[in-house]
């Protein structure tokens, strides 16, 4: 290429994730002349380590209330034109085998690299330019369009898409520049904070929970009025598994959260059968028919269990049953963005168009996927979100 010489494309795209990768395709179907830019070494590196190396690509049971924003409603347009099922058929398509598992969570049965290589096939099909371990430098308004530097190279666009992600898992190369091309042109932030995270404790607390670590159990784990039925883990810095991953969303420091243990039965019952059946043994004991001993033993040291059961009034039997349903611990922090799945907050939905996903101020530059404040619950949600901003947006640029 001469000196001087500007690259000019209809659409330039920062980000060869997830959202980026879809927002590309589409747009290359329309016939646009699209670039796409990552500074990694690959396409779709957060595609390629989710669900275990399978990918949980999607959830059946995606709709909007299963989203964090400072705008619940933004994310309808986008999950509601591109849904979950219109994700299936496309796997569907290509002949990538999958599986339900839980929740509706739905996942590759043999590799994470199968959605890749899916959108890259249907990238090259719309003609789509793929640059990696290509820079983009500074960002500078044109017209209506907008002039970068790709690699030091200038490079215009008519249409600027921004779907470099959030903070989380700084190792795979999360950056925060999302933010700062947003705050550049005068978009507002809701402040990152790393969401679907293990949560840490210090302490006397961390102490006793650090005893119990490698035990998993079941229990709904509440915070602020929102709870969640999964697996609990306990870990030599706190508390993880699917349940307080969920629950790291909508806590904030200094809060509490609170354990319900055998969540979904009747605790008091459960002790009051135990003690006609064999009164000699401790409460600890009869619990531990219902939970991993390891854990019973230490509530029973904990919580004093360690009592006969026959000597237990029916009163007695109805506070342990109440104390076994709210444990409240109050967590330190978390581990932050190192181990944190997404990042909460982001581009201000108020600042973005809900059905193209443009700049209210800058028709021609879009924010897509995880950059944007909206984010999923665990299990193949923010995926889907990935998918539906990234095909709006994709449909208009």
Not at 11 to 27: D, N, P, R, T
Not at 253 to 264: C, F, K
Request: glycine letters at 12%; aromatic letters at 8%.
């Amino acid at each position: 290429m001469a000196a001087g010489r500007v690259e000019n494309w209809d659409v330039v795209i920062l980000g060869a994730g997830a959202a980026g990768m879809m927002c590309a395709l589409e747009a290359g179907k329309r016939g646009r002349r699209v670039l796409l830019v990552d500074h990694a070494r690959a396409p779709g590196e957060k595609i390629r380590i989710s669900g275990g190396g399978r990918c949980n690509f999607t959830n059946i049971h995606t709709s909007s209330d299963r989203f964090l924003s400072a705008n619940p409603k933004f994310a309808i347009s986008a999950l509601s034109r591109y849904t979950a099922q219109d994700f299936i058929d496309l796997v569907n398509a290509h002949g990538i085998a999958w599986h339900e598992k839980t929740l509706g969570q739905l996942f590759c049965d043999h590799s994470a690299k199968d959605i890749i290589e899916m959108l890259r096939r249907e990238m090259q099909q719309a003609g789509v330019t793929l640059r990696l371990l290509t820079e983009a430098g500074a960002i500078a308004q044109a017209g209506d369009g907008f002039v970068l530097q790709v690699n030091g190279t200038p490079v215009q666009a008519a249409s600027l898409v921004i779907a470099t992600g959030g903070k989380s898992i700084p190792k795979m190369g999360a950056t925060g520049i999302g933010y700062q091309i947003a705050e550049q042109f005068g978009l507002k932030l809701i402040d990152p904070r790393p969401g679907l995270v293990p949560l840490t404790f210090s302490g006397a607390e961390l102490d006793r929970l650090k005893e119990l670590s490698g035990v998993a159990t079941d229990a709904r784990v509440s915070c602020q009025g929102t709870s969640f039925d999964e697996a609990i883990l306990f870990t030599h810095r706190g508390l993880s598994g699917p349940a307080v991953l969920q629950i790291s969303s909508y806590w904030q420091e200094g809060e509490a959260i609170t354990l319900s243990l055998l969540p979904g039965q009747d605790v008091f019952d459960l002790l009051r059968s135990a003690r006609q059946s064999n009164g000699r043994q401790s409460v600890h004991t009869a619990l531990a028919a219902y939970m991993p001993k390891r854990l019973a033993q230490d509530l029973g040291a904990r919580m004093g269990l360690d009592h006969r059961l026959g000597d237990q009034s029916d009163k007695a039997l109805r506070a342990i049953a109440t104390r076994l349903s709210a444990w409240d611990l109050r967590p330190a922090g978390s581990e932050g963005y190192r181990t944190a799945e997404v990042t909460l907050g982001g581009v201000a939905t108020s600042d973005l168009d809900a059905r193209t996903m443009a700049a209210k101020a800058h028709p021609n530059l879009y924010f897509i996927g995880e950059v944007v404040d909206v984010t999923g619950w665990l299990g193949g949600y923010n995926f889907q979100w990935a998918w539906s901003s990234g095909w709006a947006a994709g449909q208009v640029a």
